[in-house]
C-alpha cells in the first residue's frame, strides 16, 4: 500500500515535455478565464463597458475618438476631444498599442466595437502562461507545476480587482521580468540576450501604460545591477551601465510619438498620493471591494480614505499560509534568500515602501507621517496610484513559494502546495464574486441615452461649459464624451487624465457667432440668464431649456 501511494506521488514530479506543458497551460487559463468571464462581456457587449459614472466607458469613448479621426502626430492624437486643441487618447487609459492597431479595421466593424473585452482574455491567459513559464524556471516542468504555476497566476487578488482598468490588467509583464531575473541570476541566457528581450519588454509595456513601465524598468535595471555585482569586473560594468542607459532614447520617442510627453501638467504635489496608498492590512485582508473569505474583516476598516482600493493587495490565504511556513519552519530559507537576492530586496523594500506612501495607514489610524523628500516629490504627482506599486513584491512572493514547494525532495510537498491551491482557489471566491457581478451589470448612463444619442448624433459640435478639469463633474464628461466620439462630433472637454485645461480660454467660445448644430450644456451656477441670452444673441428662450444635466442649448440649422 505504502509502494503504491509512493508510486502515485511520484507521478506529480513526473517530466512534461515543453509542448504539452505550455499547451495544457493556454488551455487551463483559458477554461479559468470562461469559467468567470461570460462571453457577452469578453465580446464588448456587457454594460460593464457602458457606464458613464465609471472608467471602462472612458477608455472605450476615447478609443472611438481615435478610431472616427484622422491619423496624426503625436500617433495618439485627436481634435475630436478637447477640441479644437486635441488631445492624446493616452490620457484616457484606451491602451496605445491596441488602439493602433484597432484603428485600420475599426471602419469594418459595427459602430461603437472596442477590445477591452478580448484584452481581458488575452491578459488573463497571457497571465497563466506566465505564472506556468515562472514555475518551469525556477522547478521543472511538471503537473503540480502546470496547475500552481498557471492558476496561483490567474487568482492573484490584485490582478483580479484591476477589471475596471484594463491597461492595468497586464501584469503577466511583471511576472516575465521577474522570470528573465530568475533566468540571468541561474546563468539561463546571455547578459545580451536579455537586454534584448527585456528592452522589447519595455518597449510593449510602453504601448500599454506608464505605471507598468516604471516598475519594469526597475526590475530590469535591478537585474543588472545585480549582475554587475556578483561580477564586478570592468568589462561588466560597461554592460550594465550601457543596457542601463540604451532603452531610454527608445522608451522616450515612443512615449513622445503617443503624446504622453506632450501638452500635459502636473497635478498639485501629494494629489492622490496619500489617499491611494496601501493599507497595512491590505496584503492580510484585502479592502472592502472583496475580502478574504476566512480571515475575519468584520468592523475593520480596510480602506481609509476612500481610494485605498488602489492599494488592493491581498495574497490569499493559501499564500500567506505558505509565506508563514517557510519563514517559520525555514529561517534559514529566508536568510539565504536575503543574502543571495539582497539588490532585489532593496529594491522590494522601496516598492513597499512607496505603496504605503508617507502617510501610513492601519485600519483607520495613521500610524506613520512623514514630509516627502523633494527630491521624490514630483514623482509621487506622476505615480500618485501609489499602492500599486506593491504588485512586483506580491509576485515575488509567489515566486518563492513556487520555487520552495516544487524544489524540496520530498513529493509530498507538492501534495501540500496543491492543498494550499485549493485554499487559495477557495479564498478568492469574494473576489470572483465580485468579477462576475461586474461582467454582468447593465449598462448605466447619467442621463437618457436615447435622447442624447440623437442630439449629438445630429450636433456640428459640442459645448460644456465649463469644462472638465474647470468645473464640471467627470460624470458629465464622460456622459458627453461617450456620445461625441461615437459619433464623431468634436467635444471641447472630456474625460482625460492630466491635461492642462486653460479655463479662461475654452470660455472665449462664448463670443463668437453660434454656428448650426452646436450643443452647449452650461452648469446653471455657472452662468446667469443674462450671459446666456448675450451668448445666444437674444435666442436662449427658443434654442435653451433647463434639464437634469444644466442648462441645455441647441442652435438651429
Given at each position: ?44 457587449n456587457s454594460g460593464f463597458w457602458f457606464n458613464t459614472y465609471t472608467d471602462p466607458t472612458q477608455h472605450i469613448s476615447g478609443f472611438w475618438a481615435f478610431a472616427n479621426d ?186 513622445y510619438s503617443f503624446g504622453y510627453l506632450a501638452g500635459t501638467g502636473l497635478p498639485p504635489a501629494e494629489n492622490g498620493y496619500t489617499d491611494s496608498s496601501m493599507n497595512l ?277
Amino acid at each position: 500500500m505504502s509502494l503504491n501511494f509512493h508510486s502515485l506521488l511520484s507521478w506529480l514530479d513526473y517530466p512534461l515535455k515543453r509542448c504539452p506543458y505550455y499547451s495544457a497551460a493556454f488551455l487551463l487559463s483559458v477554461i479559468y478565464t470562461l469559467h468567470v468571464f461570460p462571453l457577452a462581456f469578453l465580446l464588448g457587449n456587457s454594460g460593464f463597458w457602458f457606464n458613464t459614472y465609471t472608467d471602462p466607458t472612458q477608455h472605450i469613448s476615447g478609443f472611438w475618438a481615435f478610431a472616427n479621426d484622422e491619423w496624426r502626430f503625436p500617433l495618439l492624437h485627436t481634435t475630436l476631444l478637447n477640441a479644437p486643441d486635441g488631445v492624446s487618447v493616452a490620457f484616457t487609459d484606451s491602451i496605445p498599442l491596441m488602439a493602433i492597431l484597432a484603428k485600420p479595421i475599426y471602419p469594418l466593424l459595427p459602430q461603437g466595437s472596442h477590445y477591452m473585452g478580448l484584452w481581458v482574455f488575452v491578459c488573463y491567459v497571457a497571465q497563466g502562461l506566465a505564472g506556468a513559464w515562472g514555475a518551469s524556471v525556477i522547478a521543472k516542468r511538471n503537473p503540480v507545476a502546470l496547475l500552481a504555476g498557471t492558476l496561483f497566476a490567474v487568482m492573484m487578488p490584485s490582478l483580479m480587482i484591476r477589471l475596471p482598468h484594463g491597461a492595468l490588467l497586464a501584469q503577466f509583464t511583471l511576472l516575465v521580468a521577474l522570470v528573465l531575473y530568475c533566468r540571468v541570476h541561474r546563468r539561463q541566457m546571455t547578459l545580451v540576450a536579455f537586454g534584448l528581450g527585456s528592452t522589447g519588454l519595455l518597449l510593449f509595456v510602453a504601448g500599454i501604460h506608464p505605471y507598468l513601465l516604471a516598475m519594469l524598468y526597475a526590475l530590469y535595471a535591478t537585474t543588472l545591477l545585480s549582475v554587475a555585482w556578483r561580477e564586478w569586473n570592468l568589462r561588466t560594468m560597461l554592460f550594465v551601465v550601457t543596457w542601463c542607459i540604451l532603452p531610454l532614447p527608445l522608451l522616450l520617442l515612443t512615449l513622445y510619438s503617443f503624446g504622453y510627453l506632450a501638452g500635459t501638467g502636473l497635478p498639485p504635489a501629494e494629489n492622490g498620493y496619500t489617499d491611494s496608498s496601501m493599507n497595512l492590512l491590505s496584503p492580510w485582508l484585502g479592502t472592502h471591494l472583496a475580502t478574504s473569505r476566512f480571515l475575519p474583516t468584520e468592523g475593520i476598516v480596510l480602506d481609509a480614505t476612500g481610494m485605498q482600493i488602489d492599494g488592493h493587495n491581498y495574497l490569499g490565504l493559501g499564500l500567506i499560509l505558505a509565506l508563514c511556513g517557510i519563514t517559520l519552519g525555514r529561517p534559514g530559507k529566508t536568510l539565504e534568500f536575503l543574502k543571495a537576492h539582497w539588490i532585489m530586496a532593496l529594491l522590494l523594500t522601496g516598492l513597499i515602501i512607496y505603496s504605503l506612501s508617507n502617510k501610513i495607514y492601519l485600519a483607520n489610524h495613521v500610524v506613520l507621517h512623514y514630509p516627502l523628500p523633494r527630491l521624490i516629490e514630483p514623482l509621487t504627482q506622476i505615480f500618485r496610484g501609489s499602492g500599486r506599486f506593491f504588485w512586483p513584491v506580491g509576485y515575488v512572493l509567489l515566486l518563492i513559494v513556487l520555487r520552495f514547494f516544487l524544489t524540496q525532495s520530498d513529493p509530498r510537498f507538492r501534495v501540500a502546495l496543491l492543498a494550499l491551491l485549493a485554499l487559495q482557489y477557495a479564498d478568492t471566491l469574494n473576489h470572483r464574486e465580485y468579477l462576475v457581478e461586474s461582467a454582468n451589470r447593465e449598462p448605466v448612463f447619467a442621463y437618457d441615452h436615447d435622447l442624447w444619442n440623437e442630439r449629438i448624433g445630429q450636433a456640428s459640435s459640442v459645448y460644456l461649459l465649463p469644462t472638465y478639469g474647470c468645473g464640471a463633474s467627470n460624470s458629465d464628461a464622460n456622459f458627453l464624451q461617450y456620445f461625441t466620439a461615437l459619433h464623431a462630433v468634436p467635444f471641447n472637454s472630456g474625460f482625460v487624465a492630466r491635461v492642462s485645461s486653460d479655463c479662461k480660454a475654452k470660455e472665449k467660445v462664448l463670443d463668437a457667432e453660434r454656428q448650426p448644430g452646436e450643443v452647449f450644456i452650461f452648469a446653471s451656477e455657472h452662468y446667469t440668464v443674462e450671459q446666456l441670452s448675450v451668448t445666444m444673441g437674444g435666442h436662449n428662450e427658443r434654442w435653451c431649456r433647463q434639464e437634469d444635466i444644466g442648462i441645455v442649448c441647441i442652435v438651429d440649422k
